[in-house]
């Protein structure tokens, strides 16, 4: 079973910058593709950014100029690097991944609130 992991969500005032974290219990490199979703309340979740294994990215145009997605082999993560966040990025972040079996994974989550 492939786990992923979440960190670095909280709290920001708007204009700040977060950077979230995914960790894989199988390297980074097995999976397809990887990406983040978010999901605010009462709304659905949405793709915020994918990088696959070709590194070739896609984000929301709301994401567009201000994400960042990458992959660090060294610690095998996905990060999302976010600036000039605005309160309507406020949301829980999910991390996914697929696998070239076509198995996908998804993590448990992590809220990132951006307020002043």
């Known amino acids: 079973q492939v786990q992923l992991v979440e960190s670095g969500g909280g709290l920001v005032q708007p204009g700040g910058s977060l950077t979230l974290s995914c960790a894989a219990s199988?390297?980074?490199?097995?999976?397809?593709?990887m990406g983040w979703y978010r999901q605010a309340p009462g709304k659905q979740r949405e793709l915020v950014a994918r990088?696959?294994?070709?590194?070739?990215?896609n984000y929301a145009e709301s994401a567009k100029g201000r994400f960042t997605i990458s992959r660090d082999s060294a610690k095998n993560t996905v990060n999302l690097q976010m600036n000039s966040l605005k309160p309507e990025d406020t949301a829980v972040y999910y991390c996914?991944?697929?696998?070239?079996?076509?198995?996908?994974?998804w993590g448990q989550g992590t809220q990132v609130t951006v307020s002043s």
């Open positions: 996914t991944g697929r696998q070239f079996s076509g198995s996908a994974y």
């Open positions: 199988r390297s980074i490199f097995s999976f397809a593709a």
């Open positions: 990088v696959d294994s070709g590194e070739g990215t």
